[in-house]
């Protein structure tokens, strides 16, 4: 740690070890002590769901380093050459691009280079998912409200600047199955409306494939979005760093406390430890399964597409809402223009209204609860039934479509014909989403009121008791109090009220048509709700049962307590 004083006192009375000297060093010049201090001093609070955004954090690093060493060896061209490397034999003498020969020349003839696109590849593969579970986990326990709205649109960004990362380094090695991903972005591109043809001349310097496209594709790669996504996860961890972590509900958390442990030295150990873990096992993962082996499926050429060819897994949605989408028939002309419903529908119109959803839903949700205040106690997600129920409702029709981009497997591996799965699938993505909300919802408010009944009388011990006059009774034990904080502590929002159309004077109300309509979507929200256990209740349950403790905030567990600067109020 820095030495905390800037002296102008004797050396003798500065740090002795050469740790502490380098330190001094810095610090007299930067006045960087403060900063450590101030960090070292932080408290965070410690769960295992806070490990999602760790993991994609470490992946990130991970992925820089061993794209770094790939950079090394690729050779972002298309320049049409002949293979003459001894492996694989099957190769030699056919002709291919130069970035699809350097891809597997980097695999053959460099040490350590099969190793590092499989480590590669595989982080990139586990940084998409990370982020998606991180994704959720501040999704279903409200982390996104006040005052993280902003780092949630942060948090945004980056998954789609992730995904890009994915698919443009997929595409790099311009080899069959890349090549015809890279095809079918040119169609999607060229079906939006009026621009799609020039965006795709733009995009692709002429007509596809042309020769620009993968060394455009590397600097995009390697360059922009890297440099993109370590701008935002600064920004990203300075506002989580500003704002104090969130926390779970739990002993005698507030909004106003953070509980856990100081970054100093628990949090920093921790993290460093999770970092040399998630990059061991990647590096296993990359020296023991086999990612992307280009040479079995060859250098791009349009004619050779078989079945059983898959974008990488979060990809997939999009290519099965690209076969679920009825056939190339499908075709609007208006104007003399040409609207491709087959393509612009699942991959334009689709991704597009899910990014929307994303993007926005924070905001709205803020809007439909008629909240203000700010919020560092997260929710439990049955406490909020219908945001989880949308959210397991938009994870199902992700299903679906992900399952239909493996149709031709379904029916090549189960002996079914792939247009009855097409079928099949296409009700479920109507369905399916349907029934998860519904199914969701009565099953988180069905453990509201779970909850409920047990701080009211207790856990069912299981022991029946007989009175002398003959009575059964079952004897409950009652929670204890941490418990009872945690089930009781959360509040349950109304639907919003309005102002009633016209004023005192029979005169129509300005924007009553559009908070009308916010209030329809409120009740949506918050209509079908269980009450929370209010003080009186719990007095009256206790009497009954003998105990008259009112509901005290139960004292932290463990680690340490500081206050957090809150401000606002509920409006
Ligand atoms: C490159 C991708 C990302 C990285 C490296 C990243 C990293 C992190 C880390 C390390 C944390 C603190 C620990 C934790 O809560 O897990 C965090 C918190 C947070 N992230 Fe991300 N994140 C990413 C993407 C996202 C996305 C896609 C969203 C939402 C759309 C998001 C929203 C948030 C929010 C709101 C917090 C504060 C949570 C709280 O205080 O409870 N992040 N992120
Ligand atoms: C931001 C996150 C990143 C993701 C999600 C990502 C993803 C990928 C993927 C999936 C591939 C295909 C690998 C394969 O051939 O099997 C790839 C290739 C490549 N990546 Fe990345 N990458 C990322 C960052 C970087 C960075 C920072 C660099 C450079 C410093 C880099 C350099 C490369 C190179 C040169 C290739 C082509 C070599 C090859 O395909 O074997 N990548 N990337």
Redesign the pocket.
Known sequence: MAHQQHSNQQPSDGPTTRVGKAADYLDQRTSIGVAVKEFARKVFPDHWSFMLGEIALFS?VV??A???F??MF?E?SMALVRFEGEHPASMQGQLMSAAFRS?VE??FEVRGGLLM??I??W???I??ASIILHMFRIFFTGAFRKPREINWLVGAIMLV??LA??F???S??DDVLSGNGLRIIDGVVKSIPLIGSYLSFLVFGGEFPGEHIIPRL?TI??FV??GL?IALIALHLFLMVLQKHTQYPGGGRTDRNVVGYPALPVYVAKMTGNFFIIAGVLTLMGATMA??N?WNYGPYDPSPVSAGTQP?WYILFVDGALRLTPGPGWEWVIGGYTLSMNLLIPAVIVPGILFTVLFAWPFVEARVTGDRGEHHVLDRPRNRPVRTAAGVAIFTAFLVCALAATNDLIATHFSLSIFAITWVLRVLLFVGPLVAFWVTKRVCLGLQRKDRELVLHGHESGRIVRFANGEYIEVHTPLDEQERWLRVGYDSPAPLEIAPETDARGVKRKGYVAEKRWQRLSRFFYEDRVEPVTPAELEAAHAHHGRHTAPERPPVEVGAEQDRAVTGGRG
């Open positions: 990130f992925l820089i061993s794209g770094f790939l950079t690729f972002p891809t980097m695999s696109r499989q590669h590849h982080a990139a593969l940084f998409v600047l992730a990362a994915g443009s380094g997929y790099l090695p590397f790669h390697i979005i890297p996504l990612i992307n280009v990488d």
